[in-house]
């Protein structure tokens, strides 16, 4: 969804400086002023950089927004090892939750979903998707009885991305309580 | 959340046949190029109206977004009167899902989640909350034991709206079974 070229990056060069800059930018203008407005122009103006930099390597202001809404909601939990696929869900969720209450995280969300053709989206929940098949898949492994990973990421993610994303704000412990109602 | 001031509007008259041109404008472009450069000029100029009516009534292109996804998520859906509430949930759970298939219906949800202050995209889901607990009501006045309305909206509508936004096309049968798996 990005067309960013890592292929051309050192890290720690001027790529990933003007890579960390432009980011911040959008996020910074993300959070000042919602979504409206936001250009290629304006972000480049707020990362010091030329626009033609922006442009040539993100293409447009949606692809700049996927590419924020991977980098942001990738690898940024870490998976939880309790011993149990309740605890682990439990202890997950409610980061998940509070990652959500984070303006920041909202506001690359809403962005996320508000932006680009509908597909692109998908790249804000890849992630917490694969984590919540990766803990199932050591529940697996210890010998136990597993659930459906896509009815688990339904009744799990469902209802705290709806309460983010339209009733703003997600308790913690409510969406603990949502891991005690799978079963 | 809008700036819409109805009491200057005759149905039908000058006022009335702007706002009809201004929404599809909006539906129009966000189809065609999704958030991503939808600003008043652009809205005015495919509207056939001056961008200053649009600015003095809508204010911004947040606040008009807004009342476009208000418009369109209110009243759309007609209540089923089954004579129970799963069978009035299950119809209605798949009506839900048949509109978010729908292009015009899942940009402007898009575009509302997308835009404005955190908060203002509650006006794509507050009528079908108002359904939700108005089917409940109707089975209690049938001397009905009752499921709480905040639960059956967050496992009903959470997994529905996470799939219409993250993941692209609800089945309206999948709509269908969330509701047997209420109980």
Tied chains: 1, 2.
Excluded: K
């Excluded at 980098?71 to 998976?79: E, I, N």
């Excluded at 997600?170 to 109602?181: C, N, S």
């Amino acid at each position: 969804m990005t067309t960013e070229t890592p292929s051309t990056t050192r890290p720690g060069g001027r790529s990933a400086r003007v890579r960390a800059a432009v980011h911040r930018a959008v996020v910074d203008l993300l959070t000042e002023q919602p979504a409206d407005g936001l250009t290629i122009p304006a972000v480049a103006q707020r990362a010091g950089v030329h626009p033609t930099t922006v442009y040539r390597r993100w293409g447009s202001i949606a692809e700049l927004i996927a590419a924020v809404a991977s980098s942001r909601f990738t690898g940024d939990l870490v998976v939880p090892d309790t011993g149990s696929l309740r605890s682990d869900l439990q202890q997950w969720a409610a980061e998940v939750a509070t990652d959500l209450n984070d303006p920041d995280s909202l506001a690359i969300l809403r962005a996320g979903v508000g932006s680009g053709p509908p597909g692109t989206s998908h790249n804000c929940v890849a992630d917490r998707e694969a984590q919540i098949a990766a803990m199932i898949e050591r529940e697996r492994a210890r010998g136990h009885a597993t659930p459906d990973a896509t009815a688990t990421t339904e009744r799990l993610l469902g209802p705290i991305y709806y309460r983010a994303l339209f009733q703003g704000g997600v308790d913690p412990a409510w969406a603990q309580r949502l891991v005690t109602e799978l079963d």
